[in-house]
């Protein structure tokens, strides 16, 4: 078992920026593929960004490359997500998450990933 917790979020003016973390414990974070998710009113779960087990590859939805970089320190059990550029639309609960889709390659599916943290807020201002 894999336990994540984010942490990082709050409420940030349209251009700003933010930096989410997210620790894990437990089993080996090396081990894992990661990825963030956010979500936000009404609407369903969606990929925002993924990470190899080693941070040799990454990956982005369209609506946050150049604006978002994923990174992780293995050494320290942390996943980060640099937030630049908020926009209002980037409003919703981050949440972290753990598992192989490098295996299948299905980045972008929530059932993909096996862990999951409680999320963060993120709130971006007009």
């Known amino acids: 078992q894999v336990q994540l917790v984010e942490s990082g979020g709050g409420l940030v003016q349209a251009g700003g920026s933010l930096r989410l973390s997210c620790v894990a414990s437990g089993r080996t974070f090396s081990n894992f593929a990661m990825g963030w998710f956010r979500q936000a009113p009404g609407k369903e779960r969606e990929f925002v960004s993924g990470?190899?087990?080693?941070?040799?590859?990454?990956y982005y939805t369209d609506s946050v490359k150049g604006r978002f970089s994923i990174s992780r320190d293995n050494d320290k059990n942390t996943l980060y997500l640099q937030m630049n550029s908020l926009k209002p639309e980037d409003t919703a609960v981050y949440f972290c998450?753990?598992?192989?889709?490098?295996?299948?390659?299905?980045?972008?599916?929530?059932?993909?990933?096996?862990?999951w943290g409680q999320g963060t807020q993120v709130t971006v201002s007009s």
């Open positions: 990470i190899s087990w080693s941070g040799d590859r990454t």
């Open positions: 998450a753990a598992g192989f889709p490098d295996y299948s390659g299905r980045w972008h599916f929530p059932d993909a990933y096996d862990h």
